[in-house]
């Protein structure tokens, strides 16, 4: 059963750019949960989607946005990118939020300079 | 007040020798305690979790974590550690928000060394 995968691994943007990060969930799965990680703040709730719908969602200003596909893949968006987003960009999917299952991926590893 | 405190940031340990490392809660979060790891360039994979049931949760890689509802603790053990186990380790827990839903809170993370 293939796990949680996201992609790309590893992200070089510059200042004032936008990127866009992907995250295709257990098959199944139909809760997306999206956390940024960086070492002064730690471990971030983004936001959460359940079958395409933003379920909720963390303290982040909107130039972080997501969505969800029909087929559970979900997507991340990060505009006008400022230094302080360089993090590790986490998603975690379970079949449901509320069954306190979640499968974490790899990360996106975004460098902003 | 945070929802989940680690109060150790490092913890070195010799090969072999036992480890805890600890965790506490809010008592105004939810109950449902898990523990993750962390190795260098990776995701987090889950160790064990307590939803209910018996306090004592046996988990991956050895490990165990004891729930005690008195002391609002979730303290994560291992008998005798292996230089493979160095990593960071995540306490979590659910916090119910405003929607209704849910979601993982992290502790800020225990990075555990293990020397030869």
């Known amino acids: 059963k293939a796990g949680v995968t996201q992609t790309p691994r590893y992200l070089i943007k510059t200042r004032g750019q936008q990127v866009t990060l992907s995250c295709s969930p257990i098959?199944?799965?139909?809760?997306v949960s999206w956390y940024q990680q960086t070492p002064g703040q730690g471990l971030q709730f983004l936001f959460e989607?359940?079958?395409?719908?933003?379920?909720n969602k963390g303290n982040f200003p909107g130039r972080f946005s997501g969505r969800q596909f029909s087929n559970s893949r979900s997507e991340m968006n990060v505009s006008t990118l400022e230094l302080g987003d360089s993090a590790l960009y986490l998603c975690?999917?379970?079949?449901?939020?509320?069954?306190?299952?979640?499968?974490f991926g790899s990360g996106t590893r975004l460098t902003v300079v | 007040a945070q929802s989940v405190t680690q109060l150790d940031s490092q913890v070195p340990v010799f090969e072999e020798a036992p480890v805890e490392l600890r965790c506490n809660y809010s008592?105004?979060?939810?109950?449902?305690l898990f523990w993750y790891v962390q190795y260098p360039n990776q995701g987090l994979q889950l160790l064990l979790k307590?939803?209910?049931?018996?306090?004592l949760v046996k988990g991956i890689n050895g490990f165990e974590a004891e729930f005690n509802k008195s002391q609002t603790s979730f303290h994560l053990r291992k008998p005798s550690v292996h230089i493979s186990d160095t990593a960071e380790y995540f306490c979590?827990?659910?916090?119910?928000?405003?929607?209704?839903?849910?979601?993982?809170?992290f502790g800020t993370g225990t990075r555990l060394l293990v020397s030869p």
């Open positions: 979590a827990v659910i916090v119910i928000m405003n929607t209704g839903f849910q979601k993982l809170v």
């Open positions: 989607y359940f079958s395409e719908t933003q379920r």
């Open positions: 098959s199944g799965h139909r809760s």
């Open positions: 307590y939803l209910s049931g018996s306090t």
């Open positions: 975690a999917s379970s079949l449901d939020s509320q069954n306190y299952g979640y499968t």
């Open positions: 008592s105004s979060v939810s109950v449902y």
